[in-house]
């Protein structure tokens, strides 16, 4: 095998990694019973054109799941549009790693995307941070985030 397959090699097994431990968190928050719902891609679709309609600019990737404060029909767009004050939308972070149950120590990576909605969105985006190994979790606002954090590094990604 040659050296530069090895980094790509372990990057693949990485991301796939991080793939399956956000699934299981997203299946973990489901069966919580706390209100928590994983939406279908048309749903997802429906949430960002009400949303966009109210100039509220959300990106598809930038949520994972949300929890509906009243019952809404997500595959029907005139009731989300009706009742888009009852939804809020959640990035999920997931880790297995042995951390305290209030996160101190988790380290996590947030995209310009999820800074964007957070900031846009207020109070109707949050993060929550999920254990796989134990099944804990923790919501928390953007200014939470930021209330909590020790330390913020600054990165840019960049892709070819």
């Known amino acids: 095998m040659d050296e530069e397959a090895t980094p790509l090699a372990e990057a693949a097994i990485s991301e796939s990694s991080r793939q399956q431990t956000a699934k299981r968190a997203g299946q973990i928050l489901v069966g919580k019973d706390v209100g928590f719902r994983i939406p279908t891609g048309k749903q997802k679709q429906?949430?960002?054109?009400?949303?966009a309609k109210r100039n509220l600019v959300i990106y598809g990737k930038a949520?994972?799941?949300?929890?509906?404060l009243n019952p809404i029909d997500?595959?029907?767009l005139q009731e989300i549009e009706e009742k888009l004050d009852d939804i809020?939308?959640?990035?999920?972070?997931s880790t297995n790693r042995d951390i305290p149950l209030d996160f101190t120590g988790y380290f996590f990576a947030l995209t310009t995307a999820e800074?964007?909605?957070?900031?846009?969105?207020?109070k109707r985006y949050k993060f929550v941070f999920?254990?796989?190994?134990?099944?804990?979790?923790?919501e928390l606002t953007l200014t939470e985030?930021?209330?909590?954090?020790k330390g913020i590094y600054p990165t840019w990604s960049i892709s070819f």
């Open 46 to 51: 429906n949430l960002l054109v009400a949303f």
């Open 74 to 76: 997500l595959d029907s």
């Open 63 to 68: 949520f994972d799941a949300l929890k509906l």
């Open 130 to 138: 999920v254990n796989v190994t134990t099944e804990n979790f923790i």
């Open 115 to 122: 800074l964007l909605v957070a900031q846009n969105l207020k």
């Open 145 to 149: 985030v930021f209330a909590k954090a």
């Open 88 to 93: 809020i939308l959640y990035e999920i972070k």
